[in-house]
């Protein structure tokens, strides 16, 4: 099966430069990509992306940062924007009021739309940022979108030639009572690579199967992803009801009790391929555990 960078690497040029467009609004950043062609890796190409997004001229630029919405109104009908500001849409009307205020006074400052790499973060992030930014120079506004831009290009750049965005299951099972682990916290955080800040995706906690049904998807671009489960909560609520000996449960209880769980929370970080399906079941005991990669 023919992989989809491949596919981009033969493409006709009008054909290339129309799904790059869908990428970033820049004609100058898009011809450079295609006349660089064939790339021999994703990574290739993302660097070809880099390179390119740091040669814009102004007037490039400028066409590049049109091709965006502003932050919390994303264009109808266009589902990139849509999944980019998902963390914006989930909102309250207060903060999307304070986000559209911030957003026409950064607008009447520095005259181009606020950009920033919102995959993956949330409204009071988005704010915060805006508000941080508005002290800023035009110029140092100017060098900050560019980055920002880089990073939504990789994204989208990814997204086409990778294929879709990878995805992530758990289950956790009490091996010391031989049955699913329910009611155990997972948080779920994701970065785009090794330098990247972990970003927070949100939370959920194992069902009566020790199965997280409603994990957070996955932005495009993710690379590694970072579970951590609150053990110390499950122990403190199971002490004591493990279906080991009576002797056994009296004395391991009083000193989960007393000093609280051996370990606290399970923290496990894991690469991932895009367009792949990764489940991470957790196999869990007072004073041990276990990982590993499911099907």
């Known amino acids: 099966m023919t992989s989809p960078l491949a596919r981009f690497n033969s493409a006709p040029r009008p054909d290339a430069l129309a799904a790059l467009h869908e990428v970033c609004a820049s004609s100058a950043w898009a011809a450079r990509l295609v006349a660089g062609r064939p790339y021999a890796s994703v990574e290739a190409l993302l660097a070809a992306s880099d390179t390119a997004t740091g040669a814009l001229t102004g007037t490039d630029l400028d066409e590049a940062l049109a091709g965006h919405p502003p932050i919390g109104r994303p264009t109808p009908g266009d589902p ?16 999307r009021a304070e986000l559209t205020d911030l957003n026409l006074a950064y607008q009447d400052r520095f005259g181009h739309v606020f950009l920033i790499c919102a995959t993956g973060t949330t409204g009071e992030q988005v704010r915060d940022a805006l508000v941080r930014r508005l002290a800023h120079t035009p110029g140092q506004e100017r060098d900050i979108a560019r980055s920002e831009l880089g990073k939504i290009n990789r994204i989208r750049l990814t997204r086409l030639v990778a294929g879709p965005a990878p995805s992530v299951s758990t ?10 682990a329910a009611g155990v916290p997972v948080a779920v955080s994701a970065r785009t690579g090794a330098d990247a800040a972990w970003t927070a995706l949100g939370a959920s906690a194992t069902d009566a199967d020790g199965r997280c049904k409603d994990l957070p998807a996955l932005p495009e671009g993710t690379r590694h992803v970072r579970l951590v489960f609150d053990t110390g909560a499950y122990h403190a609520a199971t002490a004591g009801t493990a279906t080991t000996t009576p002797a056994e449960a009296q004395q391991d209880a009083p000193a989960l009790r007393d000093s609280g769980a051996f370990f606290p929370d399970v923290t ?22 276990s990982v590993y990669r499911g099907s």
């Not at 990139?80 to 903060?95: I, P």
């Not at 289950?171 to 699913?180: M, Q």
């Open 80 to 95: 990139v924007s849509a999944r980019e500001q998902r963390g914006v849409a989930g909102a309250s009307d207060a903060l």
């Open 171 to 180: 289950h956790v099972l009490d091996t010391s009572r031989g049955r699913p």
């Open 268 to 289: 496990v970080a894991f690469a991932v391929a895009p367009g792949e399906h990764h489940h991470v079941p957790l196999l869990l005991n007072p004073f041990g555990y």
